[in-house]
């Protein structure tokens, strides 16, 4: 069956180190993959894309790994800060006929950054 | 700019009663998509619009769900006869043409409960 799994339970870590988040899938064949950021009460915002042919891409203090063959991707906020605090979310994009995609999102993982 | 709009922000229903979600993209943009989001749940896509072309509805649950939108631009999701399981929170999302590459923006969400 095709999967789409980040770690559910929360990911606590002290101000200053580097969180690690983990989306993996089964079963699919993603063009793209994305990272978003959610806030409680908010709709998600879009942090990161990388593509299939790219292995890591950087922004600031973010980046994101996508291993093909693992079928994995990793998200790294370096150097955190409490107002990292949020819930990551990945998605697949999927690439159809017809020339349409489609995002298949992960349930999110909770970070918490503690002073 | 403006982002996108969603209305209302909250609504509460008992069961059996029609709604009307109403999403207003952002301006230009020619991708418009509905997702619901459980508690703990990641985004479920419901359906997409893309310009003119016929909209893809595979992922509206049952034939309770439909949407139109209208001038491609505003969009309204109904769900007649609500039932207590569509509680949930229902995100719009737009982009300036289909997703892969693009951006999507996502609007706040209408907090859906049924009573």
């Known amino acids: 069956s095709q999967k789409i799994e980040q770690n559910s339970e929360a990911l606590n870590i002290q101000e200053g180190k580097t969180a690690t988040l983990t989306c993996n899938y089964t079963n699919y064949s993603p063009a793209y993959l994305q990272w978003y950021r959610q806030d409680p009460g908010r709709g998600p915002v879009f942090l990161l894309l990388i593509r299939e042919n790219e292995k890591e891409k950087r922004k600031e203090r973010l980046k994101v790994t996508f291993d093909t063959t693992l079928k994995q991707s990793l998200f790294h906020i370096t150097a955190s800060q409490p107002a990292d605090s949020a819930t990551y979310l990945c998605a697949l994009v999927l690439a159809f006929s017809g020339g349409y995609n489609k995002l298949i999102f992960g349930a999110g993982t909770r970070l918490a950054v503690h002073p | 700019g403006a982002g996108v709009s969603q209305s209302p922000s909250n609504k509460v229903t008992e069961k059996g009663k029609d709604v009307e979600l109403r999403c207003d993209p952002i301006s230009g943009h020619t991708a418009l998509y509905w997702y619901r989001q459980s508690l703990g749940q990641g985004l479920e896509f419901l359906i997409y619009f893309q310009g003119n072309s016929a909209p893809d509805k595979s992922g509206l649950p049952s034939d309770r769900f439909s949407a139109e939108r209208t001038g491609g631009s505003v969009s309204t999701l109904t769900i007649q006869r609500t039932q207590q399981e569509d509680s949930a929170v229902y995100l719009c999302?737009?982009?300036?043409?289909?997703?892969?590459?693009?951006?999507?923006?996502f609007g706040p969400g209408t907090r859906l409960l049924v009573l």
């Open positions: 999302a737009s982009s300036l043409e289909q997703i892969g590459s693009e951006t999507q923006y």
